[in-house]
């Protein structure tokens, strides 16, 4: 089947099986941001946003965002920004899990998360292996001007 | 891996309720756990079109469409202050942000999930499930159903004065719960929902008089839950566990 | 210093983090076939016939390997020193499979969905053999797991496959009998570690095509590339000139990736088709098929006096390496090495044991490599004995500790597959970690425990630990440094920087040598034809050893620099000097910038290429020293443990970036908290592992970890560079005795099996 969607604000259409993965076809597209982490929704690493809202892209089927909005990192303001306060803590590290960090904490700041506590709770989601989340902590505090 | 070979986004419950009975075909839902799975089909119906994204409050009740997500539900100022935000807390400490932007209140009702905190959080309200087909029908009736080829189209939930209560525990903060209960009281009567045994939640509806002693009450009704053993924990530690977050629970709404 | 101390930017921090197309996957040649394998869903059986016919028919399969199609060379996948302590037991495919998981075929095919139809068209019929599952029964066991004729050792190493024992290892000093009897307080504990899974976030993959040349060429994410380059060779009867192994971006490993794992088989493919290949894991195969931890069994004796003097220490262990013995002997007599000379003043110590095959997941490198293992069965029997003679756990510590001069014989006696090197420790600020550890956790208001409400208590538990800086005469670097016609330099190392920062870091020390700015280096790791040969990211080698090579090729081109500057200046080498921008003359006006000099030099006079190159063997491993220090909230009704701070104060010497050396501290603790609580294996009756994605199998997420305070203290090494010792792998060693520990004081119930789950606190509790 074929699928129209926008990705960055740049329209792309492209032909999919009914069941690929939007990670997958992301990939096809030559969004390399997004990375295949676990297969099953749980790490955060294929995040993007989804109509403005953050989604992991390896749990929902290409098909469905026929007419609809993907960001990635590749597009997103403020994501320089952020990887900038991340490198200033040296929590790039391997650095496989940052564009989905960086989709989902710019998110929250969109929607005016400054409490660090409700911020790691909304990241839960995004795992690390390498950093043990302390220097994402200090980064998102200075990103989000967490107040508390 | 998950295989089918059409893809449609039905505008309407009839226009899905035809194509799910004439072909064989699934109701994706949010689709993050039956994409998991490995199973072939014809046709995947994605509701995302068919309107079923409300939330609506009357004087009596409250209206969750199907495919409303467990972010909009936790987020709604309607959930978020129903009983000092039960649902909402509830929701808020299922998986992850993005997965609750995917995973739809039908979704996770639908398939009868046993590891679920959602469903034992609504069993202890008044909550009824409507079908397309099969009609309303109770929360508790319907997880006892065999009902398959039918759509949830949406749930509602009866405003009552309640005092409620949620406990659960986890070992990583970030997984699914090992037990959890849910207790709600009105005035002269305690509901008790106990989930993730592993199995489905079961409900236990008693007079208030009966938890005159807490501790004895909880001894009886132990004798009537069923635990299994699974990968997270086993049926004795379920057991044990289950006791001192029912207590807990119940002291919270009683006392 | 200018560069080294300070916290510069990862010079590839944007390019990962902004998405750039650097991993493997990304890199792979668009028209890769796709390679799948077809994998054994028995722990141990034998192919007795493969039908391949079917699904060679499915349209856009290109080929389909089984174990008659490849060479039988019996290798080892592990990545270390060759001549290899590890058994070569493994084949590129084999007729008997040893783990559900285990490859029985390879199938290459144009896309995805061929490959897996194809998969499953493959009819193999299998003679089934009881399995060995359960590790302590594997030695006396009827089904050996490594029959075949080609298995053996590389050198003597205690194999005995008839008893499916991959390794064996043992070392004494003093009598531990005799001593024992003369101890007042004597503890005896069993201790067990589990299987813990790397899962570093980008999958294992691996894409191979052949150049003009007609050469193999492999782009994988590794930690030890050129060790991929001879182990292939060696796999395949091809010679090592015709393979390149390029190292993109890696996307963590952990020890996960010191090992060969999907190149062979991309290898055979492209060998077989001439076309490009590609094979990416998916998470359920990274846990199923790759490595994980070497689970172990420690029965720890401790012997003392009954002021606390620590007089003996006996441990006997049994380590299970899963099918295959990679780093079998290896990781066993680091967890010696690695813990007993913390406690250097012992009368008679003992170490002693075998590592098993089993049926289960290969075991393989993991930071901590055996020393953590070793850890939590040490330091916990260490609390036990604190508490047998009613000394502060603390003090019990810093009595017996090794200190700043002294040794321990065991550095010369226990190496890594083979004798060590003795060494006197220049450093060693234990001390000041336990002190200032203990300020930061609150020890003296909060030890043991304090009670939070009916149901709440809080306690508090430490640990030391050590680890140590490379491997002594084994692991090697070099670097080469190159000037460019600009001035700016090309730094090529062999290094294999899998996230940590190496390459930034590598580039600090050669730009502090120079006194030039790190921007002005440029850092290309690693690729088996460009960069010079380095035995890889691993032992936590590539500061103290790689840094070692590159601080030498730097002074070399100081060196060349000051005197090409000498020659066009016209005057006496030892008259000049270089200040970074500018050689000059030392008493007098002449003075020539290195631009100037550098297009001079490609240009017009004199012409000549600048290079230096520097190679590194260590000649002693200085370990890194920590002190971890927990504080847990135990819920005493159901047993749930809340971690509220962690604090780890580190001796690594000179930290090169302290940014970078402060979040390799961060990580590994929480991956040994991860080990401590949460991350739990198990396998199904068949030997099927079931925590095979992240749904079951637990790491640490973000709300599981409290808080994570991480010191260094002021330390200087004399033999690193800079200063400098490793900081890899230390971090991770002490959570599983801290946490356990701290359990105990907060409710008096000893956990002695990894992980410390609820269910095992509320059944212990009484």
């Known amino acids: 089947m074929r699928i129209k969607l926008k990705v960055n604000n740049k329209t792309e259409e492209i032909d999919i099986e009914p069941h690929e993965i939007l990670l997958d076809v992301l990939r096809k597209l030559g969004y390399y941001s997004v990375r295949r982490g676990c297969d099953t929704g749980m790490c955060g690493i294929c995040t993007v946003l989804f109509d403005g809202k953050p989604i992991p892209s390896c749990s929902v089927f290409a098909a469905r965002a026929d007419g609809h909005e993907i960001t990635t990192v590749e597009g997103l303001e403020d994501a320089k920004a952020f990887a900038k306060l991340l490198s200033e803590e040296g929590a790039d590290q391997c650095g496989y899990c940052s564009p989905g960090l960086i989709l989902n904490t710019v998110y929250l700041k969109k929607i005016g998360v400054k409490d660090l506590n409700k911020a790691k709770i909304k990241l839960i989601g995004n795992l690390c292996r390498c950093t043990g989340y302390e220097s994402q902590h200090r980064a998102i505090t200075k990103f989000l001007g967490v107040t508390k | ?255 | ?766």
């Not at chain 3, 084949?91 to 029985?104: C, F, N, S």
């Open chain 2, 1 to 255: 891996m998950i295989y089918f070979k059409e893809y449609l986004k039905p505008k309407n419950l009839q226009e899905a309720y035809e194509v799910l009975t004439s072909k064989n075909a699934k109701i994706i839902g949010g689709a993050t756990f039956l994409k998991l799975s490995n199973q072939s089909f014809e046709t995947a119906i994605d509701l995302i079109d068919a309107k079923l994204d409300f939330i609506r409050e009357s004087e009596n009740e409250i209206e969750i469409g199907a495919m409303v997500t467990l972010s909009e539900f936790g987020d709604n100022p309607i959930i978020s202050n129903l009983y000092n935000g039960f649902l909402k807390n509830i929701t808020e400490n299922i998986l992850s942000f993005q997965m609750r932007n995917l995973i739809t209140v039908g979704g996770t009702i639908f398939p009868k999930f046993g590891f679920s905190d959602l469903i034992t959080g609504l069993l202890v309200l008044e909550t009824e499930v409507h079908l397309y087909k099969n009609g309303k029908i109770r929360l508790e009736d319907f997880l006892n159903t065999k009902i398959q080829k039918d759509i949830l189209e949406k749930i509602t939930i009866k405003k009552k004065p309640l005092a409620v209560s949620f406990k659960n525990i986890k070992n990583s903060e970030y997984d699914f719960s090992i037990i959890n209960i849910a207790v709600s009281k009105s005035e002269n009567e305690v509901k008790i929902a106990v989930g993730a045994r592993p199995a489905m939640a079961v409900l236990i509806t008693k007079d208030l008089n009966f938890f005159e002693d807490i501790d004895k009450a909880v001894e009886s009704l132990l004798n009537k839950i069923k635990f299994s053993d699974d990968l997270r924990a086993s049926k004795i530690y379920r057991q044990k566990v289950c006791k001192a977050l029912l207590k807990r629970a119940l002291r919270e709404v009683i006392q």
């Open chain 3, 1 to 766: 210093m200018k560069e080294v101390t300070k916290n510069i930017i990862k010079k590839d921090a944007f390019g990962l983090m902004l998405g750039k197309p650097v991993y493997t996957n990304d890199l792979a040649p668009k028209d890769s076939l796709i390679v799948k394998i077809l994998r054994s869903p028995h722990a141990f059986a034998k192919i007795k016939h493969i039908d391949i016919s079917e699904a060679e028919k499915i349209e856009g399969i290109e080929c389909i390997l089984t174990y008659k199609d490849v060479p039988k060379n019996p290798i080892t996948r592990a990545g270390q020193g060759h001549p290899e302590p590890s058994p070569h037991d493994w084949y590129i495919l084999d007729e008997y499979v040893r783990y559900v998981g285990d490859e029985v075929a390879i199938v290459a095919g144009k896309n995805e969905n061929a490959v897996t139809k194809a998969l499953k068209k493959i009819k193999v019929e299998y003679e089934i053999f009881e399995p060995v599952l359960d590790f302590e029964k594997a030695e006396e066991h009827s089904s050996i797991i490594h029959p075949e004729k080609e298995a053996h050792s590389m050198f003597e190493i205690g194999f005995n496959a008839p008893k499916n024992i991959a390794a064996s290892y043992e070392m004494q000093i003093g009598d531990i009998e005799e001593e024992l009897k003369k101890c007042e307080v004597v503890v005896k504990e069993r201790f067990y570690t589990q299987a813990q899974a790397h899962v570093a976030f980008e999958p294992h993959s691996a894409t191979s095509y052949i150049d003009m040349h007609g050469r193999l060429v492999i782009i994988s994410s590794t930690q030890v590339p050129f060790h991929v380059r001879r182990i292939i060779s060696e796999a395949f009867d091809i010679p090592i000139r015709n393979i390149r192994v390029i190292k993109p971006r890696i996307g963590g490993g952990f020890g996960g990736k010191q090992a060969v794992h999907g190149e062979p088989f991309v290898a055979a493919v492209t060998l077989k088709t001439g076309k490009p290949a590609k094979l990416i894991y998916t998470r359920q195969e990274v846990f199923e098929s790759t490595y994980r931890r070497h689970c172990m069994r420690f029965d720890v004796t401790l012997g003392a006096t009954k002021d606390g003097k620590l007089k003996v220490i006996d441990m006997e262990g049994l380590s299970d390496t899963g099918a295959y013995g990679e780093h079998a002997l290896t990781t066993f007599m680091v967890a010696g090495s690695k813990t007993l000379p913390l406690y250097n003043k012992v009368n008679a110590v003992r170490f002693k044991g075998k590592v098993v095959y089993t049926n289960t997941v290969p075991a393989g490198a993991y930071r901590g490599y055996g020393a953590i293992q070793a850890n939590f069965a040490l330091e916990s029997a260490l609390d036990i004995l604190s508490q047998k003679l009613g000394i502060d756990p603390v003090e019990l510590r810093k009595k017996n500790m090794m200190n700043e001069g002294e040794t321990s014989p065991i550095f010369k006696i226990m190496g890594e597959g083979r004798e060590g090197a003795e060494m006197i420790i220049k450093s060693c600020k234990l001390n000041e970690c336990i002190e200032e550890g203990m300020k930061l956790i609150g020890w003296k208001e909060k030890y043991p425990r304090i009670k939070v409400s009916e149901t709440k208590v809080r306690g508090v538990g430490m640990a030391i630990a050590m680890q140590g800086s490379g491997i002594a005469n084994i692991d090697m670097a070099s670097a080469i440094l190159k000037l460019n016609d600009d001035g700016s330099f090309n730094l090529l190392i062999g290094a294999t920087d899998l996230g940590t920062g190496s390459d930034t870091i590598l580039a600090q020390m050669a730009a502090e040598i120079l006194n030039v700015s790190t921007e002005n280096i440029i850092v290309y790791s690693s690729d088996t034809d460009l960069t010079p040969f380095d035995t890889g990211a691993y032992a936590s080698s590539t500061t103290y050893v790689s840094g070692h090579a590159v601080q030498l090729a730097a002074e070399k081109m100081k060196k060349l620099i000051i005197k090409e500057g000498a020659k066009k200046l016209e005057i006496p080498e030892e008259k000049a000097d270089f200040d970074g921008e500018f050689i000059y003359e030392k008493d007098g006006n002449k003075r020539v910038s290195l631009k100037e000099l550098a297009t001079v030099l490609y240009y017009t006079e004199n012409q000549k290429q600048l290079v230096a190159d520097a190679s590194y063997v260590g000649k002693e491993s200085p370990p890194p020293y920590m002190a971890g220090f927990a504080e847990v909230e135990v819920d005493i009704e159901t047993g749930k443990v809340k971690l509220i701070n962690y604090v780890g104060v580190v001796d690594c010497g000179v930290t090169i970036n302290p940014n970078l050396a402060k979040v390799q501290i961060e990580g590994g603790i929480v991956q040994g908290i991860g080990m401590a609580l949460f991350e739990d294996v198990k396998y199904t009756q068949n030997g099927k592992l079931l925590t095979n994605n992240l749904m079951n199998y637990k790491i640490p997420s973000r709300m599981d970890i409290g808080n994570i305070i991480v010191k260094f203290v002021e330390s200087y090494e004399p033999s690193g560079p800079f200063g400098a010792k490793s900081v890899g792998e230390i971090g991770i060693d002490t959570p599983p005795a801290a946490i356990a520990n701290a359990i105990y004081n907060a409710v008096g119930v000893r956990i002695t099996q990894l992980p410390i789950t609820p269910e095992k606190i509320l059944n212990a509790i009484k």
